[in-house]
């Protein structure tokens, strides 16, 4: 178990929790497109800034599957984060929650 928390601390300095619970709802089936344009808008005012994240977050609709994920992609490249694999980014996910219930 040691191991996969030490994995999980090595990503997550790479990935903010925003886009971890981005990614969640990515692997749980729940995120729409929307979510990923608005993600780009929060990064922008957040002040994390490149060319993709500008361009993903004036996407309008009509939102094309492979045209937003091609932009978030190479967003997360642009800010130098990997892409957690399903079971880490759940399990950060559920330990969010916990943390709010202690």
């Not at 928390?5 to 981005?22: G, H, I, K, P, S």
């Amino acid at each position: 178990m040691r191991g996969r928390a030490a994995q999980a601390q090595r990503w997550m300095c790479y990935v903010n929790v925003e886009t971890n619970n981005l990614l969640a709802g990515r692997y749980l089936g729940w995120l729409t497109y929307e979510e990923y344009v608005n993600w780009a808008v929060g990064c922008l005012e957040s002040g994390l800034d490149s060319q993709n994240i500008r361009i993903l977050a004036s996407l309008r609709k009509p939102l094309y599957s492979s045209e937003v994920e091609d932009y978030f992609n190479r967003s997360l490249r642009d800010l130098g984060w990997h892409l957690p694999d399903r079971t880490e980014c759940l399990m950060e996910y559920a330990r969010g929650f916990a943390r709010e219930i202690v």
